[in-house]
């Protein structure tokens, strides 16, 4: 059974850096997963943040308010998402959530909420300024 676990969250000021991880487990050996970061903000809709390719070599940011801030990688040796975000702003206060589904190619990339199987608890993100 996959089970998605997030850290590194917690009530911070707006810029400097921040890195979430997500550590997996439960993964078919050899296996191929993409993954993803949403978020989900007060009141509103969980939004899709950045994805990952399996092979962790092709990256998608969803949100373009997040592009050229946050990175999203992945450490396939250790079962490891990540996400690096940088230049925080009140406006990235939410809930992040890692997402993960099973992919047929390395360089598969994956868009869509419903197209992930698996899901975190998620871990809250607060920005002050």
């Known amino acids: 059974q996959v089970r998605l676990v997030e850290s590194g969250g917690g009530s911070v000021q707006a810029a400097g850096s921040l890195r979430l991880s997500c550590a997996a487990s439960g993964y078919t050996s050899g296996g191929l997963y993409c993954m993803a970061w949403f978020r989900q903000a007060p009141g509103q809709q969980r939004e899709g943040v950045a994805h990952?390719?399996?092979?962790?070599?092709?990256?998608?940011y969803e949100n373009d308010d997040v592009k050229g801030r946050f990175i999203i990688s992945r450490d396939n040796a250790k079962n490891a998402l990540y996400l690096q975000m940088n230049s925080r702003k009140p406006a990235d206060t939410a809930t992040y959530y890692c997402?993960?589904?099973?992919?047929?190619?390395?360089?598969?990339?994956?868009?869509?909420?419903?197209?992930?199987?698996?899901w975190g608890q998620g871990t809250q993100v607060t920005v002050s300024s």
């Open positions: 990952i390719s399996s092979g962790g070599g092709t990256t998608f």
């Open positions: 997402a993960s589904a099973p992919c047929t190619y390395a360089n598969t990339l994956l868009s869509a909420a419903p197209e992930y199987k698996y």
